[in-house]
């Protein structure tokens, strides 16, 4: 792990100092005015600056933020303006580079507050038939504390879930980034979030508040607690390596019937460099064999590492990706990272849904809009 982020800081550093060298040396320090030569490297010394501020966890949101800012709106432009000159003109060069920056100040300024709804549905043998039609609500990486200077978003948020007037709302991880304190001014708008049968949750990584300045466990325990009684307060009820079932009363023949799914909740289950608390097989005692179960996890992975052919588990709901916050098409850098990044996979009857979120510790998106997904479940 160690040598890998060595060669990724050297292959960073290398993509973003050499593509300023080489333009400086060309084009700026030819005949540019003397305020230009001196501005120039600014830019780029800012941004090693906050890689290393941001590794070694110093004003961490801030540094984190700053830094993808620049890498997004200087860095990549100029990379790509490099490559470009020398197969087309510097002019064409020049206008691809500025159409990059285009895209990147669009995503900074207006794609994060872009909420789409987006429907999906899952057909199973082992639904019952009084759930036929039954509409899961998800949620996933809000990332609140991002939203405390645009607290309309979270307004705009909570009217969109309410119209869609699901039976079930469930959020798949990440509420905040660093502390549960950021939840606390949007406890009265988010607790007018309703749900027929309720509202359930998980912890995604960040939940866990390690990545803020108190590392010690004492403190990462006082704020999990305290992140569980906020969430207690908006009515959303955490299932940390739980299940509950929601039931269904269904007439045959003259006679009520009684039918019932269960919600599965895990604490987050990863792979490195993030941290697994979870336990699938605890959150399942005593559910019976060939019983439609929906799993919470908040990482992807753990679908194919955990659950696909070595459960009976329906449907799981996670999030984690975010797709990068960026989506050209079918593409997105998350591919490179999960195999699962984005929407719905299904292999024989288990079926996987990743939401993209809602936020992230960066105001930005683009192509990865914020999204509420909607799931329908159908008999087969």
């Not at 470009?84 to 794609?111: E, K, N, R, T």
């Not at 064999?289 to 799993?295: D, I």
């Amino acid at each position: 792990m160690a040598k890998n982020m060595i060669f990724f800081t050297i292959v960073f550093v290398i993509l973003l100092v050499v593509p300023d060298v080489y333009i400086a040396h060309e084009y700026i320090y030819t005949d540019s005015p003397l305020w230009l030569k001196i501005a120039w490297p600014l830019p780029t010394v800012v941004t090693l600056a906050c890689f290393v501020l941001a590794n070694r966890e110093i004003w961490h949101n801030t540094s984190i933020r700053l830094f993808i800012g620049l890498v997004l709106c200087l860095a990549l432009p100029k990379l790509l303006f490099t490559i470009l000159q020398f197969v087309v003109s510097p002019w064409i060069a020049l206008v691809a580079a500025l159409a990059l920056l285009m895209v990147f100040v669009y995503g900074f300024f207006f794609g994060w507050r872009r909420i789409v709804v987006k429907n999906a549905v899952c057909t199973s043998k082992l639904l019952p038939k009084s759930f036929d039609g039954y509409r899961i609500l998800q949620l996933s990486d809000l990332h609140i504390g991002t939203f405390r200077t645009n607290p309309s978003f979270i307004t705009k948020l909570v009217k969109l879930v309410n119209e869609q007037n699901a039976d079930l709302i469930v959020f798949t991880g990440d509420l905040v980034n660093v502390s549960p304190e950021e939840v606390k001014p949007f406890i009265p708008t988010l607790s007018q979030m309703k749900a027929k049968d309720g509202i359930f949750s998980i912890m995604g990584n960040h939940d866990y508040c390690e990545y803020g300045q108190d590392h010690s466990a004492e403190a990462q325990r006082s704020n999990q607690k305290l992140l569980h009684e906020y969430e207690k307060q908006m009515g959303w009820r955490m299932l940390d390596n739980e299940h509950v079932t929601i039931g269904r009363l269904r007439q045959e023949n003259g006679v009520n019937k009684s039918e019932s799914i269960a919600i599965i909740g895990v604490e987050n289950i990863s792979k490195p460099p993030f941290h697994s608390y979870g336990h699938l097989d605890t959150a399942m005692e005593e559910l019976p064999t060939g019983m439609f179960k929906v799993l919470l996890s908040h990482d992807p992975s753990h679908w194919r590492r955990g659950v696909l052919n070595k459960t009976d588990i329906a449907l799981t709901l996670s999030g984690h990706t975010h797709a990068g916050q960026l989506k050209i098409g079918k593409f997105s850098p998350s591919k490179w990272a999960y195999n699962e990044w984005g929407g719905k996979y299904t292999e024989g009857a288990s079926m996987l849904y990743v939401s993209l979120g809602l936020g992230g510790t960066v105001p930005f998106r683009f192509g990865a809009w914020p999204e509420i997904n909607v799931i329908t479940l159908k008999k087969e």
